[in-house]
Structures are given as structure tokens and as C-alpha cells.
């Protein structure tokens, strides 16, 4: 319940959010071409927004096409999305685990994974609640945990069936097209597991194969995506603009660099959350030992291996976030981008958390009162981490005024736009309100300006020139 409240306090910021920057773009472009048509232009074309993420496109234009409110409701949408995407897919994991409670226990750690994620994300406002940065980065996350667990459904059956499989193939090439730092995330887990279930495929049931082939239909459609993406005449013309890139061996070292400094910067920025974390994965790993017939000396060195496993998967996937960036502009992503590599890591600390409480329930499940111990302590730290959850929904909060009165200016000037719009002039002057997305500019004096020019093709008039507001207005 606590990570629902969490949660919640975020979602409910979002409904605070309107246009902003980018989004006017993607709406003016809709309104220039049609939708349909949009979709073409800006892949073969030379719009601003955004030719080659298709699914990004696509996405942007359909919330166009809905109003300004579906940027309110987006962040709660995808919020939820993801939680339950998530849920889904550790229900079936814990199923197979032999857990009893599947359905409680499976939202608790889905719930973990998400507010956690959001919580931490290296730029919250920009990844979560504006809709220029959650639709790229965010919701293409939430999608790839239903990937995953319509993978996972598929191992129920030795032969996926081909509507199964051609779903999945479809869904990892939506995934794809979201952005470049989403795709080259979602290769990287496809491709691992990929290795590591043909590493281990003479241990898999026959009666699990389907989920073979449902990891390489998911991996066949996210390369197609990067394919299409990369072929794209807006993609070809910024590595030409570019000049020279680095070698693709300079690149990978950079990029392992970086995850490994993103590591460390995590450690020394959030050590509170992050040792919460993997406390949580202790708490999680010793109730599982005790409930189940784990037995330590069976798999301590399985174990290690699954955790070492982890440990290299973590900096794999953080380094695969900033790969796309690296190579075309020799710089490092936008740290909205960046939200991806934080669930990375939160998802490692608690996974080697579990790997560790696994170690410590399964030795304590031979005496009685060290299992009950073990277990008290849980209790004791999830009800902790609970009150913790709580401090940081309230800190969520505490920016809330500053987004209401925002978004309050924003309806009144939305008003007096329209309002003049019926009155059939077309050089508009509207109030200058200040921006509430960090790094993004609002509608400013120069009616050149780009967003001014966006939103003029938005609201579908000759101009807006945004003025401040005098003592009397």
C-alpha cells in the first residue's frame, strides 16, 4: 500500500502537466500534414519532430489528436502501465519460483521497482511527467515488461503458436521505435537472455521451449526496429551533420566507463535508497528461503554465479543506454534518458539482495528460532523501508504548489487563445508564464522563436507573441 501511495503522489503531479516545449512541435506537425500523412513525412522527410523514432511519432500524434488533457493523464496511464506490465510478469516468475502468495507478493516487488525507479530518476519532471520525455523513455519501459511477460506466458506451451509469436515480434518493434537509447537497452536484455537460455537449453523442460523462440521472435523485432531507425533519412543526415564518430571499440569502453561511473555516483548521490534496496532484496531473498525448499547446499555456487550474472548484466544494460548517444554525437544522453539505466540498477541491488537473503534464509530454515528470527527481522525491515516509501511521496509533494499555480496560468492562457482564435484574429499576444520542465523553454517575446512557431501551427494561427503580464492583468 505504501508503494501505491508512492506512486500515486506522482501520477497525481502529472495531472498537473500541460504542453510544453516539444510537445507543441509534435502537434503543429499533425496539424500541417494530417496524422496519416505525418507519420510518412516524418520518416522520409525533414521534420524538426522526430523522423526516425516511428513509434515516438506516432505515440506524440495520437495524444496530439486527443487535446492538451492527455498530456495530464499520460504520466498516470503510463505509471500504471508499468506497475501492472511488471506485476504480471513477477507473478509468473514467482509462480514458478513455488511461492504461495503470487499475486501479493508480485505487486510488492512491482511496486518497489517502480517507485524506486521514479523516485531516483536522475531527472524526474522531465522523464515522468512531461510528455516529450515520458513517452521515449518511459513508456517504452513499461511495454517492455509486458514483452517479457508475454514471453514468459508463451513457456507454458513446447511450441509458441504463430499469432503468440508474431505478437510478440510486432510488440518489440513498437518497443524499438520509441527512442534510440530504449532500443539498444531492450537488445541488450533480449540478447543476454537469448545467450543465456541457449547456454543452459539442455536444463530448460521441454515442455518450456516456446519461451526460446519467444525471446528470438522479441529479439528479431527490436533489431528490425534499430534497422528501420538507422535507415531513416533524418538518422542519415545527422551522422552526416555529425562528421567524423568514434570507433566502435572507443565506444563501448566509453560507454562501460560510464555505467561503471554511474554506479559510483549512485553509491555517493543516494546511499540511503540504495542500501534501502538491497536491504529490501535481503528481506525478499530470506522470506523466499524459508518458505520454500531452497537448500544452500545445493546452490550456493549456482548463486554466485546468478549474482556475479547480475553484477555484469547491470553495467551491460547502463552502458547500452548511453551506446546510441555516444557514437552520434560523441556526448553522453540527456539525463531523462537516463531513467532507463536507474530501473537497471535498481533491479541489480535487489536482485543481489535476494541472492543474498537466499544464502541467509536457507541457512537459518534449519533451526526453528533462527527462521523466526529471520523472519521477524523482515517484518521489521520492509516496515522501515515502508515508512521510507512514505518520506518520499511526501517529498514528491512538496512540489505540488509550484505545478498547480502553473498549470492554472497555463488553462487561463489556453482560454484567451482560444477565445481569440474565435474572434478570428490570427497575431496573437498571450501572457509569458514561467516553465515548470526544467530545461525546456516556454512561449517567449520573439514570434520566430521555435516554440512560439510551434505553437502557432498547433493552435492554427499566423502568430503568438507571449508578453508579460502587466500589474492589472
Known sequence: MTFVVGILSAAYMGTFMRLSGDDY????????????????????????????????????????????????????????????????????????????????????????????????????????????????????????????????????????SFPSLAGTFLLAFVVAGFSEAGAAMQLAWLSLALVGLLGFRSRIPGESRGVLRGFAAAWAGAGLGIVVMVLSPFTQLGLELHGEHPALLEVLVRSARSSVFFVRETLEGLPTPTVLTFVLGVALGVSGAVETSFS????????????????????????????????????????????????????????????????????????RWAAAAALGMCVVLQLAFAAYVLRGAGNIRIEMPAYRSWAAAWDRRDELIRQAIEEG??????????????????????????????????YKVRSITAVLPTPDD
Open 25 to 160: 512541435c509534435y502537434g503543429a506537425e499533425v496539424n500541417r500534414w494530417g496524422f496519416w500523412r505525418a507519420q510518412v513525412v516524418s520518416y522520409v522527410g525533414q521534420p524538426p519532430y522526430h523522423g526516425d523514432r516511428y513509434s515516438l511519432t506516432f505515440v506524440s500524434g495520437v495524444l496530439s489528436m486527443i487535446g492538451d488533457k492527455a498530456s495530464a493523464a499520460l504520466p498516470a496511464v503510463s505509471l500504471g502501465l508499468w506497475l501492472g506490465g511488471t506485476t504480471w510478469t513477477m507473478a509468473q516468475l514467482a509462480r514458478r519460483i513455488g511461492l504461495r502468495r503470487v499475486v501479493p507478493d508480485a505487486l510488492y516487488v512491482a511496486g518497489a521497482v517502480v517507485f524506486l525507479t521514479v523516485f531516483q530518476a536522475p531527472d524526474r519532471v522531465q522523464s515522468v511527467y512531461w510528455r516529450s520525455g515520458n513517452v521515449p523513455y518511459l513508456l517504452p519501459m513499461a511495454v517492455d515488461w509486458i514483452l517479457l511477460g508475454l514471453i514468459l506466458w508463451q513457456s507454458r506451451a513446447p511450441a509458441a
Open 425 to 458: 484574429r490570427q497575431d496573437l499576444r498571450v501572457p509569458e508564464i514561467d516553465h515548470i520542465v526544467p530545461m525546456v523553454s516556454e512561449l517567449q517575446g520573439d514570434p520566430t522563436f521555435g516554440y512560439n512557431d510551434c505553437a502557432a501551427a498547433f
Open 296 to 367: 544452500v547446499q545445493r546452490s550456493w555456487r549456482l548463486l554466485l554465479v546468478v549474482g556475479g550474472a547480475t553484477a555484469v548484466a547491470v553495467l551491460a544494460f547502463q552502458a547500452a543506454v548511453v551506446v546510441p548517444s555516444l557514437y552520434a554525437y560523441d556526448a553522453l544522453p540527456d539525463q531523462r534518458a537516463m531513467i532507463q539505466a536507474r530501473q537497471a540498477l535498481v533491479l541489480g541491488w535487489l536482485s543481489l539482495g535476494v541472492v543474498c537473503g537466499l544464502l541467509v534464509g536457507a541457512l537459518a530454515r534449519s533451526r
